[in-house]
């Protein structure tokens, strides 16, 4: 079994959850490539796709929702979606709805198996206004990513793809 784990990042936050994701992958002996995603990577060689993004303004990167459309869907490989959300675990329920359905949109874009959401991480903490605006408590850590979430995930993928 052979899968790709490819990703877009602004922080390398993303970067870093993907290549965990990998590992774990690997661990299961999966051969697991990971890398950013570019449009000249020859998806046909993998039994499998990976893709990760961050969501900025409660919306992937518009590049991702392109290549999935236009490149992974395409390729006619099962799929499985990771998105990275500092908001998602404890902001305000309006915007994990919007952070839900922009899952879900890609899911429906990229025909996925599956999408999950991950917590990120931000360089410091954020602004009252933003605190206010997003519902983020003022004492949230600057990173919020629940490797243990993201590990389960991960082997959830290899149980699928080894069975």
Known sequence: M???????????TTKE??????EVLASRGIDADVAAITVDRDLRAYDRLVFGCPVNGMKVLP???TYLGGYAAPAGK???LFI???????GRALWRKAIRGEAE???ALAGAKSTEVFGGR????????????FGVPGDMPADIRDWEKIERWAN?????MLA
């Open 2 to 12: 052979k899968c790709f784990v490819g990703y877009v990042t602004k922080t390398g």
């Open 17 to 22: 959850i993907a290549q965990r994701v990998g």
């Open 63 to 65: 590049d991702f929702a």
């Open 78 to 80: 099962p799929v499985d």
């Open 84 to 90: 990275v959300s500092y908001m998602f675990e404890k």
């Open 105 to 107: 949109r890609v899911k």
């Open 122 to 133: 931000i360089a410091g903490p954020l602004p009252g206004f933003a605190r206010f605006i």
């Open 156 to 160: 959830s993928l290899a149980d699928s």
